[in-house]
């Protein structure tokens, strides 16, 4: 409910400010806000040729071709003249993000259908999980850390193992892994849930767990430094590490408290000193590699997990093959079935992700984004906070809202003062250190049909601003 109502006033004010915009000349055209793409100029007037400045017409008539020139204005790079048939159209600037119709295209295309596609092959993984016992004898050995984690599911549950994976992929930043799994623990999660159109407590200690993000290797963020010319790309590991894992601490806490969790249980101090273990000796090792021995560890890692995940399931399935006798299937079948769950499950999630990416496209092309992200950046430089942080702030203020528009920024920071700048390495942070707190609630509450998500978004939120500001802290220790 909460979640609608922060969608529609979005939706609504975006619309009430383009159209004031548009009739108190600020805005030339309104087709961009629904046609336009992403860095496509943006059109801001259009006049007479008689209108320009001398040095635009001048240059019009010394061209070969007077239908169509384009002149790049002296004093501001940014400005493009289009001349045809006597009047001179004026671009400035860059779309931020695609319109509407084309972000309805592109949602389409380029994420419903991909995550269709892995939600159809690791939800049949999941059936052959199940079936063969493999999930029921993790969601055992896990029981006496879970049922304190999350008090109101029963011991040896189903969902104990789903989320087991799903925390696990993105740890180790198998995204394409980590939505499926995650996706069949809520279902799992919602078998349980008395009230169906409420989020469970468990759903929500999920969800918020979820979207912290710990992650230990960062795979894409490594990637898009590289490309960018780091001189170490995988230098933020550690500062990636450090903030995502004191924002799944402060989620845990924070729901903790809420729920009323017994923090003194020995089998939950046990488990987290084992998971701060592992961190430490994990960063101790790719702390002593070079330069190559990182990179190589960084970017064969994830991938041999998933493939020993795969294998793993599929041997172990044959050998329980009685087991799908029992059910009256076999291994191939029971895929099979699997993956047809995956569809539907993806096919549920679109109009709610439709719904929020199109809102997001308005908010953006609208301009209410960029204002309050001046805003805030002038607040800061005021406070005396360094320009290098400020100019990274765009990046940590869009990663809630779209994965794909903070990844935009992160690159253009990049490219515009440096990947080895604070700039650049702070944006690498923010990217890598907290999920797309909208988009994940859209999709897995979506998925189940809550429409009810109580105070999920508030802690996904409040969450989010201390991975910001704890990334602003070791970047600046680290780098």
């Not at 020995?266 to 090792?285: C, D, E, F, N, P």
């Not at 993806?346 to 301009?367: C, D, E, K, Q």
Request: with cysteine; glycine share 6%; hydrophobic share 50%.
């Amino acid at each position: 409910m909460v979640l609608s109502r922060f969608w529609l006033t979005i939706f609504i004010s975006s619309i009430i400010f383009i159209i004031v915009s548009l009739f108190t000349a600020n805005t030339y055209t309104i087709d961009s806000v629904l046609n336009g793409k992403k860095d496509d100029p943006i059109l801001v007037s259009e006049k007479y040729a008689e209108q320009l400045p001398a040095f635009i017409k001048d240059s019009i008539k010394k061209a070969p071709d007077q239908t169509m020139i384009i002149n790049r204005d002296t004093l501001n790079a940014d400005t493009t003249y289009v001349y045809k048939n006597k009047t001179v159209k004026i671009y400035s600037g860059i779309q931020k993000s695609d319109g509407l119709l084309p972000t309805c295209k592109s949602t389409l295309l380029d994420l419903i259908l991909p995550l269709i596609a892995y939600l159809a092959f690791f939800c049949g993984l999941m059936e052959l999980l199940i079936i063969s016992g493999a999930s029921g004898k993790l969601a055992k050995g896990l029981s006496p850390v879970f049922v304190k984690v999350f008090p109101s599911i029963p011991k040896n549950h189903p969902s104990i193992s789903y989320m087991t994976l799903n925390f696990a992929a993105n740890f180790l930043g198998l995204d394409s892994a980590a939505t499926p799994f995650g996706l069949k623990a809520m279902e799992s999660l919602q078998e349980i849930n008395p009230d169906k159109d409420r989020a469970s407590d468990a759903q929500i200690m999920f969800m918020c767990l979820h979207a912290s993000g710990l992650t230990l290797i960062a795979t894409s963020i490594i990637g898009y430094r590289a490309a960018a010319g780091a001189s170490n790309p995988a230098d933020v590991m550690l500062p990636c590490i450090i903030t995502s894992f004191i924002g799944t601490i402060a989620a845990f806490l924070i729901v903790g408290i809420k729920q009323k969790i017994n923090f003194k249980s020995a089998s939950l101090v046990i488990g987290l000193m084992v998971l701060i273990a592992a961190i430490i000796g994990l960063l101790m090792y790719v702390n002593h590699l070079d330069l190559i021995g990182k990179n190589f560890f960084t970017t064969n890692l994830s991938a041999l997990i998933l493939l020993v995940i795969i294998g793993f399931t599929l041997i172990f399935s044959f050998i329980h093959e009685k087991k799908f006798k029992e059910a009256e299937t076999t291994v191939f079948d029971a895929f099979v079935v699997g993956a047809n769950n995956g569809v539907k499950t993806g096919v549920t999630i679109f109009p709610y992700v439709l719904g929020m990416l199109v809102a997001i496209s308005l908010f953006r092309n609208s301009g209410l984004f960029e204002i309050i992200s001046d805003w805030i950046a002038f607040i800061f430089s005021n406070m005396g906070v360094n320009k290098q942080i400020t100019d990274a702030l765009p990046v940590a203020m869009l990663r809630p809202f779209s994965s794909a528009g903070s990844r935009g920024f992160l690159i253009d920071s990049m490219n515009t003062f440096g990947a080895d700048s604070l700039t650049g390495r702070l944006s690498s942070i923010f990217q890598c250190s907290a999920e797309s707190t909208f988009y994940v609630i859209a999709v897995y509450f979506g998925s189940v049909n809550i429409k009810n998500t109580r105070y999920a978004l508030g802690t996904m939120l409040l969450v989010d601003v201390i991975c910001v500001i704890t990334a602003i802290f070791v970047a600046s220790w680290f780098f």
